[in-house]
């Protein structure tokens, strides 16, 4: 974050380095401290032109005794611009939202907990090796409890690594052969102890009803890996780097924002049917 800071800031007094240069060299010379002529000797101060030399060392230490002396212009820039990047962002994805509704909120490959025929729909996408995840968990079982006309889809979004991709594919493999028992895979494998892995998650599958052999058999099916690739293609366009992440109506929540938060989205989301 101070690193961040940091770069903005940088470039916050760069810009201003710039206004600065551009004051200096289309106004009136400023006479030094100390060597003004007596008025009535005074000669007409020279308009500086395209040919006037700068001093460059005399401006820069102008702009850094003026930031020393009122560093908040830089926090209330860097605020600005933030403020615009995340407006930014929105816009992108609500137009991002708009045309791939579809695969964001009924893709085949999705599993889904709560109403399926639910008027609002929440999307989480979600590694089954991120803590925050599994902390997160408890919100979806919290939230699909308390709002019965609540649809909260599950997006597989495997980024922490082999093991994350592998559980995925045995998670992906067993909703295509079980998908009314994909709610109870899903607690079990993100909310179990210890590492997610290929191994552990065909031994939930297994736990649940599924002949190992013919799940081992649906994993090499080809159109799990083309899943994948739109669900990546998908949160990069949504500029989704990070687990757990939500769409909620027209909104991208980054984050474990807890339950709270989400409510408010999610009647947000209602109001706006």
């Known amino acids: 974050m101070k690193k961040a800071l940091l770069l903005g800031t940088t470039g916050i007094a760069v810009a201003l380095a710039m206004l600065a240069f551009g004051f200096v060299a289309g106004s009136p010379q400023i006479a030094k401290a100390g060597t003004a002529q007596p008025a009535e000797t005074a000669q007409p101060v ?13 401006v820069e230490g102008i702009i850094r005794d003026y930031l020393l002396k009122n560093p908040e212009v830089l926090l209330e820039v860097q605020d600005a611009l933030e403020a615009k990047q995340k407006e930014e962002q929105r816009l992108a994805a609500l137009g991002v939202i708009k045309n791939a509704k579809e695969q964001i909120f009924n893709s085949s490959f999705d599993g889904i907990v709560g109403n ?34 609540l649809r909260f889809v599950l997006k597989e979004f495997p980024i922490l690594g082999p093991d994350s991709q592998k559980a995925s ?38 736990s649940l009803g599924a002949d190992e052999a013919t799940l081992r058999e649906k994993m090499k099916d080809p159109s799990i890996t083309e899943a ?6 998908l949160a990069n366009k949504l500029a989704i780097t990070g687990t757990p992440s939500y769409v909620v ?25």
Request: glycine fraction near 8%; hydrophobic fraction near 40%.
């Open 46 to 58: 020279q308009t500086a032109g395209a040919d006037t030399k700068i001093d460059r060392t005399e």
């Open 116 to 149: 399926p025929n639910g008027k609002v729909t929440i999307v989480e996408f979600y590694d089954y090796n991120c803590g925050f995840c599994k902390r997160a968990i408890e919100d979806m079982r919290a939230l699909t409890k308390a709002d019965p006309d």
């Open 228 to 233: 994948f690739a739109k669900t990546y293609d």
């Open 169 to 206: 594919v045995v998670s992906m493999a067993f909703h295509l052969m079980k998908p009314e028992k994909y709610g109870e895979f899903h607690n079990a494998l993100l909310g179990g102890q210890g590492r997610a892995t290929e191994a552990a998650a065909i031994k939930v599958a297994v």
């Open 249 to 273: 109506g027209n909104e991208v929540v980054f984050g474990a924002l807890g339950q709270e938060v989400l409510a408010e989205k999610i009647e947000a989301a209602k109001a706006a049917l």
